[in-house]
């Protein structure tokens, strides 16, 4: 056939506008449609068969379409629709569609076409053949419209085929009916037949109803004896149940007083070696004792009352030494020191709102701590996601306090609050004072050395506010929370259940600016809404079709984190993509590498396949957008 379009059938069709042709694209079967669709050239940044990119596909087609100057795009355009005209026409008018490839673009043609079309396939309808000729690539011809008058509406066209179609029905009607009639007969003579042998079985129960009533006496006598066996067996079941419930209790009770006394045992140890230690004490005391009865009986009594202040010094001493044995702490006590640290600036500081503010000045404060640029608007993006999902933003390596300190500046300057988390913490009582009395007013909490206890147990109140704020709104929703991690045998290893609340971003892996270049000032900055979720310059474009291909990643992996990290975990890659001037490729990745990885890793998960994965989605999308 003609893949030309005359110039008339070209503004004829414009004039459809965009939304007809839309529809008529649409009513092509979609496996048609895509076979057309993989013909046109691939669209940069998106995967190829996806609907995102049939969709901009479609879109680019018709806008080449209605372009009013003559290019290669737009005469590929137009023999592109004239594939879905023909497709189209099969569909609708019927299989297979030959009769329009000998026409040319020339006048009178669009009506020869109609009348072949008449004589070939005369019962379709006259909507479908106008249809068909206002998309095509015909000239305007002022005999097309009696020309239509060959074929029938579609109403009248239902009609006659379902008149033409009246007799094969009564056929298959009397066909019924005479197969009926057989049945019917053929039911009677069974009838008969059951009757007759019903009544020669009335006659045999007649006779075997006599015999019965012997059996059946039998039976009722029978009955009654099975009936006093089975509460004799009742009562042995039951009393079988105590005993095996005597049983059950007597092993518990068995069970504890091993259990008790294997502590009991293991107390007397300790008490043995307590003793022994008190011995040796008690000994030493008594050296020291004696040392100093020598020494009074030595010295002279002018040299008695000189040193008298001394030995009273040194009796304090020894007292002391024995009271803290009786506390079982042989050695002094040092005051651990647990305290979360408020600082608070009276200089003028800069109020955010934006994601614009909040991302320029997150940014500048970290190439004030010597990140290059590039390093800086990544880890920013991070950390603007973290905060907006109401998750923990967790920094690593050499340089995470200096990194962390320089984002609170940036947040959180005129008040927010330092914990250094020390070593050993059995307690939740700081964290829960913490968001009792400070939370509120605080802007942002930095968790120093926060792996050099267990999470779990000191910060409890702390995860409770990320996992409410996972769920609906609290009242610390303005609150931004930073945790640094240390190095050394002294830390729990991979942060232990930190990871689960946040990404996990490693310093030592970030670009550094060069030794010689000057560093910008830090920034003092403030967010000023209620709810980080409140910022304003976000996008909303993201489609759950974004979120699908995460779980479809993960599913891939076979890592299951659990139900509260799926829903943490997507709504951070929600939160990521809705930053402006993001790159989809490198999101995913991100949230695949600084969150999957670290959770993974204290799961003892597929650490190997998901990183690979990671690696995989980079390199290819990376290879498309370039293509």
Known sequence: ???????????????????????FIGEVPIALRRKVFSLMPKVPGFRVGQPLEIKEKQKRLIGYMFQTHSSPEETYAWKSFALFWKLWAEEKIGKPFTICEEKGVEPGTGLIFIKELADTFPKVSREDVERLYYFSGFTNDSKITAAFEFFRPAR??????????LPIRLDE???????????IEDNESGIKSLKSATNSLA????????????????????????EKEVKRTDKVNKAVDELSISNKDIYLNLENITIRN??????????????????CINKKIVEIQNSLEGIYEKESNDDVLNHNETYKLLAERIDILDLNFEKKNSGLIYPQCNEIRENKTIESVEHISTHDEAFNIISSNLQAVGLNKESSRDVARLVLAAFISGQIVQLCGSLADIVADAIASAVGASLYHEWR??????????????VQSAANSSHCLVLKGANLSAFEIYGTAIRDIVVQRQIYQTDYDHLALIATWKQGHAVFPDGGMLAELGPVIDTDTLKLRGVTVILPKLKLGVFSKRKWSEIEGMQSDVTREDVSELRDLLDESDFD????????????????????????????????????????????????KIASIAERELTERGEQLSA
């Open 1 to 23: 056939m003609s893949y030309q379009y005359s110039q008339e059938a070209k503004e004829r069709v414009r004039k459809l506008g965009q939304s007809d042709i839309i529809d």
């Open 156 to 165: 009248i066209l239902a009609r006659d085929n379902a008149l033409d179609a």
């Open 173 to 183: 009607l009397e066909e019924c009916v005479e197969l009926a009639k057989y049945i």
């Open 203 to 226: 006659t045999e129960l007649k006779k075997y109803a006599k015999d019965n009533k012997f059996v059946l006496k039998s039976l009722i006598d029978l009955k009654e004896i099975i």
């Open 262 to 279: 294997n502590t009991y045992d293991s107390a007397l140890d300790e008490f043995y070696e307590y003793g022994k230690n008190l011995d």
């Open 421 to 434: 988390v020390p070593v050993g913490l059995i307690s939740d009582a700081t964290a829960f004072d913490f």
């Open 561 to 608: 984190g659990g139900n509260l990290w799926k829903r943490m975990i997507s709504r951070f890659y929600i939160s990521l993509m809705s930053i402006p001037d993001g790159n989809a490729t490198y999101d995913l990745y991100s949230v695949l590498f600084y969150y999957t990885l670290p959770w993974a890793r204290v799961k003892n998960g597929p650490v190997e």
